[in-house]
């Protein structure tokens, strides 16, 4: 069983920055690879960044490619995503969620991932 909790939402203008953490418990989070979705009201959970268990392959959907940057600290079970020139279309609940080291699937697709957690809100205002 692994525990997740989401924070560091928040408002923020558009062109202003965020960092997000999201704090993992259990016996073997640091084994497992690592998502951040989001969803935005009227729309389908999407993949935004994810990471291998040891941090040397992350992957970016296209539309926040070069202004989030996703990381992980295993020594500290945590995760996070730095969100630079934010834009108002990056309005959304973000979650994060953890993919466990036997699956094998695409690390875009959410249901490779097994635990998630509640989500925080990120506002964007134009």
């Known amino acids: 069983q692994v525990q997740l909790v989401e924070s560091g939402g928040g408002l923020v203008q558009a062109g202003g920055s965020l960092r997000l953490s999201c704090a993992a418990s259990?016996?073997?989070?640091?084994?497992?690879?690592m998502g951040w979705f989001r969803q935005a009201p009227g729309k389908e959970r999407e993949i935004v960044a994810a990471i291998s268990w040891i941090g040397s392959n992350t992957y970016y959907t296209d539309s926040v490619k070069g202004r989030f940057t996703i990381s992980r600290d295993n020594a500290k079970n945590t995760v996070y995503l730095q969100m630079n020139s934010l834009k108002p279309e990056d309005t959304a609940v973000y979650y994060c969620?953890?993919?466990?080291?036997?699956?094998?699937?695409?690390?875009?697709?959410?249901?490779?991932?097994?635990?998630w957690g509640q989500g925080t809100q990120v506002t964007v205002s134009s």
């Open positions: 259990g016996r073997t989070s640091s084994s497992y690879a």
């Open positions: 969620a953890a993919r466990p080291p036997y699956y094998s699937g695409s690390y875009f697709n959410p249901d490779e991932y097994v635990y």
